[in-house]
């Protein structure tokens, strides 16, 4: 899905990245191939490494959940940077936490949960200097399974190899026209391993997210399923049920909203309702042509991004707003053209996009029928936003901006984390 390099990786034991000629001379031609092999650990060792280390500088920074005065950031498959943003004009990047095959992450009071591939983890934070791991649950997320997805005996835990980094490597040889196929082993026949806390508040997550928590429940999306896990006791989450979405399309992202769950799709977005925690009922289903479709939702509209260039298919780039006054039948307000948007977030009446490499928009979405643009801010390439108490938090390729909206005729930049930022 979205930005989800662990496929590719995946993907790299048939696959040659980069392929390039130099020489003039035909007979003395050559081809320089680009490949990579995995870097494994042992489960135990992996999972004694889940805890607080010293900060790190961000690269590819991901999906983001902040809660009370601290931002977890996640660092695509590598783990979670944790900011101390007590001084939005001067956050501070506290730490980091391995955490290999994390995509995901959510934050309840002292509580953070986060994916490692297929594995559900449960952190400690209430010390955010000295976070530590403390429940693991063996392959809660099934589909994403990696050391746990062979045929066969399960295996011991102990036994387990994770892959934790990826060692690149260079080769030239001498070309040949007609090679046939090349091909590098890279995983080895005894592996398993794939290419302000506080003390109740529940943290809020980005539109982007697969993994969300509601009324003491967390619950994640597969590819076309809802999983359901109890945290009445946060430290030992408990597996409910799962419940099939739809199976002629792929679940892109979930949103929460009061006791409603609204869960975008490459054809759709479906509408679930959670009253009675941890059974979800389906409530209404708004179809649209197919692409990736992160999704928000208030009172009475849904707010819908459709992007093109991706897996998901077709060419749209717009926003779609959706009357929702009927979650059983869901209707178009009206769409609007943009560049290429991803995640988006909403305060009152003030609304962020994500455009891609456009930047960020900032519409006043009082009339649905009549958006209209306060202010476009460029130069950077966007990912997702959080927008909450007038400020709003954006991840973009190159780093973590936070912006002041207090007074939209003047929004302003308070702060701004770069991929080489000095840590604290």
């Known amino acids: 899905m979205k930005r989800q390099t662990l496929l590719v990786l995946q993907l790299m034991m048939t696959v040659i990245l980069t392929v390039s000629l130099s020489g003039c001379d035909k007979e003395k031609t050559t081809k320089t191939y680009t490949?990579?092999?995995?870097?494994?650990?042992?489960?135990?060792?992996?999972?004694?490494?889940?805890?607080?280390?010293?900060?790190?500088?961000?690269?590819?920074?991901g999906k983001i959940y902040i809660n009370g005065n601290y931002i977890f950031l996640n660092e695509i498959n590598e783990g979670i940077h944790v900011i101390d943003n007590s001084q939005p004009a001067s956050p501070k990047n506290i730490g980091f936490i391995p955490i290999p095959g994390n995509e995901d992450l959510a934050a309840q009071g002292n509580i953070l949960f986060a994916?490692?591939?297929?594995?559900?983890?449960?952190?400690?934070?209430?010390?955010?200097?000295?976070?530590?791991?403390?429940?693991?649950?063996?392959?809660?997320?099934p589909y994403r399974s990696i050391y746990y997805g062979y045929t066969g005996p399960r295996p011991n835990n102990d036994s387990v190899k994770v892959t934790v980094d990826w060692i690149r490597h260079d080769t030239t040889v001498p070309?040949?026209?007609n090679p046939g196929p090349v091909y590098y082993d890279f995983l080895s026949s005894s592996s398993y391993a794939a290419a302000q806390p506080s003390k109740s508040s529940v943290g809020m997550g980005g539109s982007m997210a697969r993994i969300t928590l509601l009324n003491n429940y967390l619950y994640t999306v597969s590819t076309n399923e809802l999983y359901a896990f109890n945290i009445a006791n946060p430290r030992a989450p408990k597996f409910v049920n799962k419940t099939v979405i739809a199976n002629n399309q792929v679940i892109e992202t979930i949103y929460p909203f009061k006791n409603k769950l609204f869960i975008g799709a490459t054809q759709g977005m479906f509408i679930y309702d959670v009253s009675t925690p941890g059974s979800p009922v389906r409530q209404g289903q708004f179809t649209h042509a197919r692409s990736c479709d992160p999704v928000i939702a208030d009172d009475t509209k849904a707010w819908v991004t459709l992007r093109s260039g991706t897996?998901?298919?077709?060419?749209?780039?717009?926003?779609?707003?959706?009357?929702?006054?009927?979650?059983?039948?869901?209707?178009?307000?009206?769409?609007y053209p943009l560049t290429n948007p991803f995640g988006l977030g909403k305060e009152g009446n003030v609304l962020f996009i994500c455009d891609g490499k456009d930047g960020v928009k900032v519409y006043d979405a009082t009339d649905a029928n009549n958006l209209t643009l306060l202010k476009k801010i460029d130069g950077m390439e966007t990912y997702d936003v959080i927008a909450f108490n007038s400020r709003a938090l954006v991840v973009a390729k190159d780093g973590l901006y936070q912006f002041d909206y207090s007074n939209v005729n003047n929004i302003r930049l308070l702060s701004k984390i770069g991929l080489n930022p000095k840590v604290e």
Do not use: H, W
């Open 35 to 61: 490949f990579y092999t995995p870097v494994y650990k042992l489960l135990p060792e992996v999972r004694n490494e889940m805890k607080s280390r010293p900060a790190r500088a961000l690269k590819n920074p």
């Open 115 to 141: 994916d490692s591939y297929s594995d559900l983890v449960t952190f400690d934070i209430s010390d955010p200097l000295n976070i530590k791991a403390i429940n693991f649950a063996d392959n809660a997320f």
């Open 175 to 177: 070309y040949n026209r």
């Open 311 to 335: 897996p998901c298919g077709n060419t749209l780039n717009q926003l779609e707003v959706v009357d929702i006054t009927n979650l059983a039948s869901p209707s178009l307000i009206k769409a």
